[in-house]
């Protein structure tokens, strides 16, 4: 057996997919009446592409990975929870990750009854590999690393990354929903020397289609096949395919250098109000800023209509508010907000 088919529950390994065979014939037949559909043509009426091609076509050439190495999820979301189903079995494999990280990794292990332990970032919110490995032990399937890391906003070093899914011997999963905005480069150059290596990434942030819930994995063309055989056949919904192409036309450079920009102007400002104790380097589209309350400031903004997430209550975040960077106009808004408190 090999590498990776050694660490999948054996219900998945031995899994018949749920097959729509339409798929297959789609070039020569004329008269599908194989999937109790309707007839009566209105746009919709006929079921997805099961398998997204044209929407991993046009992928794999942005992205440069080839098609067999692209998952498409409903959200990362949905690849979160595939990989755990893919590789965990309830009751004896476990799941390590860092902490303060994105709460999904937490809601996604305890929906599959599965342990996840976390380990607390170091001091600045660094990566400490040592400690991480240790957490380890031979029933750990997955460790969840997110870099540039929701909520600490910083990026990890590529190859503190790279030697962690080298050690590991389970599936080594990094997040980089926010790699748009990152001065460290993808880890997608490295999958092809990585085989255990999973890089999720979306179209939720820079690519402004959050609401389209469009999140992908990438892997070897293995781990996608595993992963394809426990979705559900669809995924996702026509429209969603369709807008997703539409969209991948556009350039979203000017967007991200507006965030970047807006980012800088943040970090020059906040610190010019007295309450303001510490602003964490940010490789993402939102600043984490320690406060000297927290929640009176979190409470005075909602007030005054503006919404940040407030993660006072969250180990590491102590203090803490984390702010998307909006609109130059929403900024100017929060920072006039703040003159007030
Ligand atoms: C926002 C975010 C995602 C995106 O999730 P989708 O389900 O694709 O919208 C994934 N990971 C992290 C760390 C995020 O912050």
């Known amino acids: 057996m090999n590498e990776i088919d050694a660490l999948v529950r054996p219900n998945i390994l031995a899994l018949s997919p749920y097959s729509t065979a339409r798929d297959d014939f789609k070039g020569q037949a004329e008269v599908f009446i194989d999937a109790n559909e309707s007839p009566f043509p209105n746009g919709w009426n006929r079921y997805p592409d099961p398998r997204q091609k044209a929407l991993k076509a046009r992928i794999a050439q942005i992205k440069g990975v080839s098609a067999d190495r692209i998952f498409v999820g409903n959200g990362s979301d949905e690849a979160i929870d595939v990989l755990m189903r893919v590789f965990c079995t309830p009751g004896r494999d476990g799941i390590v990750s860092i902490a303060p990280s994105y709460g999904m990794y937490r809601v996604a292990a305890d929906i599959n009854d599965l342990p996840l332990k976390e380990v607390q970032l170091g001091e600045g919110f660094s990566l400490e590999p040592e400690k991480l490995l240790a957490a380890c032990d031979g029933h750990t ?168 997430r407030n993660r006072n209550r969250v180990t590491g975040c102590r203090g803490c508010l984390r702010i998307t960077v909006g609109l130059p106009e929403e900024n100017d808004r929060l920072l006039a907000s703040l003159t007030k408190l």
């Not at 992963?227 to 991948?248: G, H």
């Not at 005075?300 to 919404?307: A, C, E, K, W, Y």
């Open 141 to 308: 399937k997955l460790l969840f690393l997110c870099s540039p890391n929701n909520p600490s906003g910083n990026a990890f070093p590529t190859g503190e990354l790279l030697r962690i899914a080298e050690a590991f011997r389970g599936i080594t999963v990094v997040d980089e929903a926010y790699i748009d905005f990152s001065s460290q480069p993808s880890l997608l150059p490295q999958l092809d020397a990585h085989p255990r290596l999973v890089v999720l990434q979306t179209l939720s942030k820079a690519r402004g289609l959050a609401a389209l819930r469009v999140g992908l994995a990438f892997a070897s063309p293995r781990i996608i096949e595993l992963m394809s055989r426990v979705k559900y056949p669809y995924n996702i919904n026509a429209a969603a395919q369709k807008l997703a192409m539409e969209a991948l036309e556009e350039p979203i450079e000017a967007h991200v250098a507006t965030i970047l920009a807006q980012r800088d102007r943040l970090m020059q400002e906040l610190p010019r109000f007295p309450f303001v104790k510490k602003i964490w380097p940010s490789d993402a589209n939102f600043l984490l800023v320690e406060v000297a309350d927290a929640d009176a400031t979190y409470e005075h903004l909602t007030r005054d209509g503006i919404i940040v």
